[in-house]
């Protein structure tokens, strides 16, 4: 997945984890979750997530948490995303939109959309919403007052 906090919403945060529906493979596998800025700089990746607490179940809700949250910039394009040494399809699920506009009936609105990696290169695809929430842990207020509600939507 994709994502921007707006510029001016706050000056800094940090994503503790991600809730996430989808398919993580086949069981024996380990689970990476990571988080990437346009750049192609890696910021975190997680410890593991062992897929035989899944059994044979091919869908389920499930939550990761990073050891060490990174510290993220409002106004900047970050991606989100799972890796296995898997050969088998393992997916997060996703919503197919008639439109990027229909984004803003969901959390974080036009903010976010799917994102996919083919090893040298991100697409943004914005016609996808992927089962992905992010879960903050630190935020912190832009000086001079205001609200930041708008940065934990």
């Known amino acids: ?8 919403v706050c000056t800094s945060y940090k994503i503790r984890g991600v809730h996430f ?12 979750f990571g988080i990437w800025d346009s750049s192609n700089v890696q910021q975190v990746i997680t410890g593991s997530l062992d897929t035989d607490a899944f059994g044979s179940v091919t869908q389920n809700y499930q939550r990761v948490f990073f050891a060490t949250p990174p510290t993220l910039t409002p106004g900047t394009m970050y991606y989100i995303a799972m890796q296995t ?10 919503i197919q939109l008639a439109d990027a506009d229909d984004r803003k009936a969901y959390p974080m609105g036009e903010n976010r959309g799917l994102a996919t990696y083919d090893g040298s290169t991100w697409t943004e695809t914005n016609t996808v919403l992927p089962m992905i929430d992010l879960i903050f842990d630190d935020i912190t207020a832009p000086s001079g007052g205001g609200s930041i509600i708008g940065c934990a939507e």
């Open 21 to 32: 529906l989808g398919d993580i493979g086949d069981v024996g596998l380990t689970v990476l």
């Open 85 to 94: 040494a898997s050969t088998n399809s393992h997916y997060v699920g996703g």
């Open 1 to 8: 997945m994709h994502f921007t906090l707006p510029s001016g």
